[in-house]
């Protein structure tokens, strides 16, 4: 019986097509672990440097003035590559993990790319497709944060913002990248929202899962990210907060990331360990492989 898709759209659809009825978000993380165990520029990780993986798929990554972040150029062909945006002068650390993100991303393009190309017309794998950007996005996610890994870093950090932003430096990702691997792991069980202070309240200005943008702060004065704003580091509590009409409590933790800003975690449930009994509900350590059907052709 297929499972059910969560990224629908002509390319989700081949990828079912094309492996058994599976579903396209595990194929294309099936693809990501089967790399890790491919090639020897995954061994050692965390960080997992994608530009080796990249090199080792024979696609060179070059640098051009441009809007985009990143792209995949010439495929299918010999001249096939990743473009990347040139690099400011004063570029820094965090600009080096969004690049990671981005390299990711598009060896994900490659793969699927190459993977499909015999299942569906080329045309259509050369233009863009929303359900195709997202796979890419999950496919970058594994291979940065596979599965195999981050679900034990994950379950330590239990709910503490300072310890996720130092999982993220760990794996060279953005904050905002493991936040959003962090939801998906826990499902319903977690958000993450980061708060600005204007002089109106308290609104989040970026949240995970997107639902949770809606959020609203019964802001009492006492509230974790009140606190946060003026405390030095995490502060604990339970916050009381509006989602579409239905006022819920929920265990928090929040930490200041500037003058203005407050990351929030929040943590559905009460058990001694949600975050442990969670991960592993949700995400059992896989073994380190893609299906069986994979193969990994190079650009030649």
Not at 103 to 108: D, M, N, Q, Y
Not at 113 to 125: H, I, S, Y
Request: hydrophobic content about 40%; some cysteine.
């Amino acid at each position: 019986m297929k499972s059910r898709k969560l990224i629908e759209g002509p390319i989700a659809d081949a990828l079912v097509d094309a492996f058994a009825g599976k579903n396209p978000e595990s194929v294309v993380r099936g693809f990501a672990l089967h790399l890790h165990t491919s090639a020897l520029a995954g061994k050692g990780g965390p960080p997992y440097d994608p530009a080796a993986y990249a090199a080792w798929l024979g696609l060179p990554i070059e640098r051009r003035d441009m809007a985009a972040d990143g792209m995949l150029a010439d495929w299918p062909g010999r001249s096939c590559r990743i473009i990347l945006r040139e690099r400011p002068r004063d570029a820094d650390s965090a600009l080096s993990r969004r690049e990671n993100f981005t390299v990711a991303h598009e060896i994900g393009h490659f793969m699927i790319r190459d993977e499909l190309q015999w299942f569906v017309p080329r045309a259509l794998l050369q233009r863009t497709n929303a359900d195709e950007e997202r796979l890419c996005n999950c496919f970058a996610e594994e291979l940065l944060m596979p599965s195999y890994r981050i679900v034990d870093d994950l379950s330590r950090c239990n709910g503490s913002p300072a310890a996720l932003m130092a999982l993220a430096r760990t794996y060279g990702v953005s904050l905002k990248v493991m936040l959003y691997r962090m939801s998906r792991a826990l499902r319903e069980e977690v958000f993450a929202a980061i708060w600005h202070k204007s002089d109106t309240g308290y609104r989040p200005s970026w949240a995970t899962p997107l639902k949770f943008g809606h959020l609203v702060l019964c802001d009492t004065g006492s509230t974790t990210v009140e606190r946060a704003f003026t405390a030095d580091g995490e502060v604990k509590g339970t916050d009381n907060v509006i989602l579409n009409g239905n006022r819920m409590r929920w265990p928090c933790m929040s930490v200041r990331l500037s003058g203005r800003q407050v990351l929030t975690i929040g943590t559905r449930s009460r058990r001694a360990s949600p975050w442990r009994q969670s991960i592993q509900r949700d995400y059992p350590k896989p073994r380190p492989e893609g299906p069986a059907q994979l193969s990994l052709p190079l650009c030649a």
